[in-house]
T-cell receptor
């Protein structure tokens, strides 16, 4: 199974600032995703991080707000830009190494004041 | 209406009890079905896939009814360590088969 690490594990930020979250996988994976889990709610897919091309965003999420990089098959970053308190959430990186198996990173707990 | 609906619970059961969770999905074109487990303040982890014929993994049994668009999870002989949130997950067809998560059902097993 894939082992995923995320940095930072948590952060408290001021509104208007930006935070970049890093995701590192211990093996090369084709499919890499970013999710958000707001308090008491389930996971919502933000975007699919594509290696060598622009990310594919889900409805309600835009590149200006959540720019994503994927320079290689083991690493990706998600930036939360111009943050507001509504962005307070857990952000999770996820990878799929087979059609039926998807793994999640430990998450980044973000609080925006 | 949400694409995947679950009873949020919580289900409070004693050790040794049998408990069942239900889930319905609205997209009849959904292809794959899963139960994930999420412990408090942790990431979700795959518990088991759900197959049309039904499948069992130890104390856990999953069933799928495509006609009714209904998925279930049965836990027998509950353990304290089963306390968690159980997420019903459906794979939407097309492209890379995006996973759609239910909001989860919380289970608390007490001594």
């Amino acid at each position: 199974s894939a082992v995923i690490s995320q940095k930072p594990s948590r952060d408290i930020c001021q509104r208007g600032t930006s935070l970049t979250i890093q995701c590192q996988v211990d093996s090369q994976v084709t499919m890499m995703f970013w999710y958000r889990q707001q308090p008491g709610q389930s996971l919502t897919l933000i975007a699919t991080a594509n290696q060598g091309s622009e990310a594919t965003y889900e409805s309600g999420f835009v590149i200006d707000k959540f720019p994503i990089s994927r320079p290689n098959l083991t690493f990706s970053t998600l930036t939360v830009s111009n943050m507001s308190p509504e962005d307070s959430s857990i952000y999770l990186c996820s990878v799929r190494d087979s059609p039926d198996t998807q793994y999640f990173g430990p998450g980044t707990r973000l609080t925006v004041l | 209406r949400k694409e995947v609906e679950q009873d949020p619970g919580p289900f409070n059961v004693p050790e040794g009890a049998t408990v069942a969770f239900n889930c319905t999905y609205s997209n009849s074109a959904s292809q794959s079905f899963f139960w994930y487990r999420q412990d408090c303040r942790k990431e979700p982890k795959l518990l088991m896939s759900v197959y049309s014929s039904g499948n069992e993994d130890g104390r856990f049994t999953a069933q799928l009814n495509r006609a009714s668009q209904y998925i279930s999870l049965l836990i027998r002989d509950s353990k304290l360590s089963d306390s968690a949130t159980y997420l019903c997950v459906v794979s939407r067809s097309g492209g890379y088969n995006k996973l759609i998560f239910g909001a989860g059902t919380r289970l608390a097993v007490h001594p």
